[in-house]
């Protein structure tokens, strides 16, 4: 449970790190947006059991392969969708990081 809790904050706290040193300007709206990428969850929905704390979301869940991965570090290069592109592989990171934990949990 607490590294779900732990997994949830970073969710919410890396991305406005990000965003205050990134994208000084607008932050507030980039952590938003960064924020929001996280309804790359929803193809957990696709997935029997919805919810398994105990399962490494990356290669499991069709947003959360390589070539989507591959898809949102090409996305990087595009201005319009950076900040939505950061979001998205801060997410990723994320949850690889989750994954990593797991193994010694």
């Known amino acids: 449970m607490t590294r779900f809790i732990l997994h949830m904050l970073a969710h919410l706290l890396v991305p406005g790190l990000v965003a205050r040193l990134a994208f000084k300007a607008n932050w507030q ?18 997935s029997t059991p919805v919810f398994d704390p105990d399962r490494c979301s990356i290669g499991t869940h069709l947003l959360h392969t390589e070539p ?4 949102y570090g090409i996305m990087l290069l595009i201005p ?4 939505i592109a950061s979001g998205l592989l801060i997410h990723m990171a ?3 990081i989750d994954c990593y934990f797991q193994l010694f949990s």
């Open 68 to 71: 989507a991965m591959a898809v």
């Open 80 to 83: 319009q969708v950076r900040i």
């Open 29 to 46: 709206k980039a952590w938003l947006i960064m924020v929001t990428t996280m309804i790359v969850d929803l193809d957990h929905l696709l």
């Open 94 to 96: 994320l949850d690889a």
